[in-house]
T-cell receptor
Framework: ETGVTQSPTHLIKTRGQQVTLRCSSQ?????VSWYQQALGQGPQFIFQ???????GRGNFPPRFSGLQFPNYSSELNVNALELDDSALYLC????????????FGPGTRLLVL | RKEVEQDPGPFNVPEGATVAFNCTYS??????FFWYRQDCRKEPKLLMS???SGNEDGRFTAQLNRASQYISLLIRDSKLSDSATYLC???????????FGIGTKLQVIP
């Protein structure tokens, strides 16, 4: 196991609602990245947090936002949920560096009805 | 052109066969490369990093060709347990944008 944990494991929401997903990074890791994986697709990079600051962002609208806490854990918030937000949300932790290797948590499966 | 391209497969191979996957990337400034394995409805797990000199881990060999901008994964003596989706990952550096390919599905048949 990677030591990266995510909660909740599954979630059902309705369109327009807001959701917060949580991730605890592996001990010693200072960077957290979030990904969205739709069925049959590879994970899509949402954003990365390093030292509590956003350190990179993919092509996701501002209603996707995040936080990193002093203990390096992180939250992903999604406002005004849309049906297309239904996906597996993956969190990965790493140590910032050139050959940065990411280790994934088990993911949160979100269904928007 | 997609930033990272993979053949989604599926590749159906008999046990004991050798199979190879390629992955092309568009950003010539990309800094690091990885292969991940993903089982159905599970998270991706790191299989191996890919180094310029090529690297091997047991039955798995990864190669990087910067001139042609592709990485490859070779699996020798395929096992049933190798059945999974293999994801190519490219780290562009800079603003740390990490891009995954769509994944190549491998099914090893008895």
């Amino acid at each position: 196991e990677t030591g990266v944990t995510q909660s909740p494991t599954h979630l059902i929401k309705t369109r327009g609602q807001q959701v917060t997903l949580r991730c605890s990074s592996q001990s010693g890791h200072n960077t957290v990245s979030w990904y969205q994986q739709a069925l049959g697709q590879g994970p899509q990079f949402i954003f990365q947090y390093y030292r509590e600051e956003e350190n990179g962002r993919g092509n996701f609208p501002p209603r996707f936002s995040g936080l990193q806490f002093p203990n390096y854990s992180s939250e992903l918030n999604v406002n005004a949920l849309e049906l297309d937000d239904s996906a597996l949300y993956l969190c990965a932790s790493s140590v910032k560096g050139v050959q940065e290797t990411q280790y994934f948590g088990p993911g949160t499966r979100l269904l928007v009805l | 052109r997609k930033e990272v391209e993979q053949d989604p497969g599926p590749f159906n191979v008999p046990e004991g066969a050798t199979v190879a996957f390629n992955c092309t990337y568009s950003n010539s400034a990309s800094q690091s490369f990885f292969w991940y394995r993903q089982d159905c409805r599970k998270e991706p797990k790191l299989l191996m990093s890919v180094y310029s000199s090529g690297n091997e881990d047991g039955r798995f060999t990864a190669q990087l060709n910067r001139a042609s901008q592709y990485i490859s994964l070779l699996i020798r003596d395929s096992k049933l347990s190798d059945s999974a989706t293999y994801l190519c990952v490219v780290n562009g550096g800079g603003y740390q944008k990490v891009t995954f390919g769509i994944g190549t599905k491998l099914q090893v048949i008895p």
